[in-house]
C-alpha cells in the first residue's frame, strides 16, 4: 500500500488548526496545512495599517478561566493586561455596557442607587422558561432597556426578528447589578505584545504551510496528501450541501485612518439605533497602545453570508442544529477530525476553540 507523505492534512490555519498542528508536531507526526487565505491565523490574524496592528476580522479579547489554556498560550507571547469595557452610544451619549449599576444610574439620571434598582426591578418580571431572545430580554431587562440597548443591535447583527432568535444569544450578555463594568469575568484576561501573529508564528513553526490553497479547488489531490484529514472550514461544504445549506452572519468591516491620537474613549462602542448601518466601533490603538499622532477605527456592518464574503457567526436554530446533525454523522463515517467555529457549527470563543484542538489532539496521541 502506497504511504502517503504526511500524518495529517489540516484544512484552515485558524487556531484550531494551527494549535493542532502544533501539538501533532510536537509529537513527531508529520503535518501539512493548506489555507485558502493569503495569512495564517484565521479571524484572530492581526494587520497593521500605518503603523497600527490592527484585530483585521474583528476585536479579539483573550480570556479564560482555564489555567491550562492560559499557561498554554503563554508559552509563545507575553500577554498585556487588559480588562474590555464597552461603551453603548445612545442619541450621542454613552452608556456602560453589559447593562449594570451604573448603566441604571447614567439610564434613569440619579446618583441614588437605592432609586435606581428600585425603578429597574419594577420593569422586570423573569421567568424560568423563555420561547426566544426577545422573551427573555423582556422580562430580565423591561422594555425600555430592551428596546434602546439590545432590540435594535441584535435584530442588525442576525437580520432576524428579537423573537426569532434563541435565548443563547442573550445569555452570553451578563447582566449585574453591582458596578462591574467589564465586559468579561474570567480570572485571566490579556492581549498578546505584538498581536496574534506572534502566537500564530511559533505554533506553525518547523510545520508545511500552504497559503492562497483552497482545498476543494483539488479536493481528491489534498486527500491523497495524507492518512488523515482535519477539517475547519464550513461542514456542509466538505460534504457538497448534501442536506442543504447551514445559515452563518457574514460581516463587513470598514477600516479608517484619523488624523488624532485618538478617535473613541474606548476600544469598542456599539451603536443599537436600527437607523445606523453598522453594528459597532472598534478603535485599535486601545487594545495596542502606540504614541502615533493618527489612530486607526474599524466599523462593522453585518450583512447575510454568500459565496464572496465569509462566514463567522453559526446562526444556531432547530433546523440548523438537525441539519448539521446529519453532516456530522457523515464525517464520522468518513473518520474527519473536525475542529472550529465552523466545522463544530458552534458560537465558540478563542480559549474554546484552543480546547477542542488540545482535548482532540490529546485524546489521539494517547490511543494505542
Known amino acids: 500500500m502506497h504511504q502517503k507523505p504526511y500524518d495529517y492534512l489540516i484544512v484552515g490555519s485558524g487556531l484550531f488548526g ?17 489555507e485558502k487565505r493569503n495569512h495564517p491565523g484565521g479571524n484572530v490574524h492581526n494587520q497593521t495599517i500605518d503603523g497600527i496592528i490592527t484585530h483585521q476580522y474583528g476585536a479579539h479579547i483573550f480570556h479564560t478561566n482555564d489555567e491550562k489554556i492560559w499557561q498554554f498560550v503563554n508559552q509563545f507571547a507575553t500577554f498585556r493586561p487588559y480588562r474590555h469595557q464597552v461603551k453603548v452610544s445612545i442619541n450621542e451619549k454613552l452608556y456602560s455596557f453589559p447593562i449594570n449599576l451604573k448603566t441604571l444610574l447614567e439610564w434613569y439620571q440619579t446618583d441614588d442607587e437605592t432609586l435606581a434598582l428600585k425603578t429597574f426591578n419594577s420593569q422586570i418580571s423573569p421567568k424560568r422558561q423563555y420561547q426566544n431572545l426577545e422573551e427573555m430580554a423582556l422580562a430580565e431587562l423591561g422594555e425600555d432597556l430592551y428596546k434602546h440597548f439590545i432590540k435594535g443591535y441584535t435584530e442588525k447583527q442576525w437580520n432576524k426578528p428579537c ?11 451578563p447582566l ?29 513553526n518547523g510545520i508545511d504551510l500552504k497559503l492562497n490553497t483552497d482545498f ?9 496528501q495524507a492518512e488523515t484529514i482535519v ?40 451603536y443599537p439605533s436600527a437607523d445606523i448601518a453598522y453594528t459597532r466601533i472598534i478603535e485599535h490603538k486601545h487594545f ?24 463567522y457567526y453559526p446562526i444556531i ?16 463515517e468518513q473518520n474527519y477530525i473536525l475542529g472550529g467555529r465552523l466545522a463544530e457549527f458552534k458560537y465558540y470563543d478563542m480559549h474554546q476553540v484552543i480546547a477542542s484542538a488540545l482535548n482532540q489532539a490529546e485524546q489521539i496521541l494517547q490511543k494505542p
Open 163 to 173: 423573537n426569532a432568535l434563541p435565548i443563547s444569544i442573550f445569555k452570553r450578555l
Open 176 to 204: 449585574r447589578q453591582d458596578h462591574n463594568e467589564f465586559y468579561f469575568d474570567d480570572k485571566f484576561q490579556g492581549i498578546p505584545e505584538g498581536g496574534y501573529n506572534v502566537i500564530i508564528d511559533q505554533l506553525l
Open 288 to 311: 495596542h497602545p502606540s504614541n502615533l499622532p493618527h489612530t486607526v477605527i474599524t466599523k462593522e456592518f453585518p450583512q447575510d453570508y454568500n459565496s464572496n464574503n465569509e462566514p
Open 18 to 34: 494551527s494549535v493542532f498542528a502544533y501539538k501533532m508536531h510536537q509529537a513527531g507526526k508529520k503535518c501539512l496545512i493548506i
Open 231 to 270: 477539517y475547519t472550514g464550513c461542514i456542509d461544504q466538505l460534504f457538497d450541501y448534501q442536506f442543504g445549506k447551514l445559515d452563518y452572519r457574514s460581516l463587513r468591516f470598514e477600516n479608517e485612518t484619523i488624523a488624532a491620537k485618538e478617535f473613541q474613549p474606548y476600544s469598542v462602542i456599539n
Open 317 to 332: 436554530d432547530n433546523e440548523n442544529k438537525k441539519r448539521y446533525a446529519e453532516y456530522l454523522g457523515m464525517a464520522k
Open 216 to 224: 476543494f479547488e483539488n479536493k481528491s489531490h489534498w486527500e491523497n
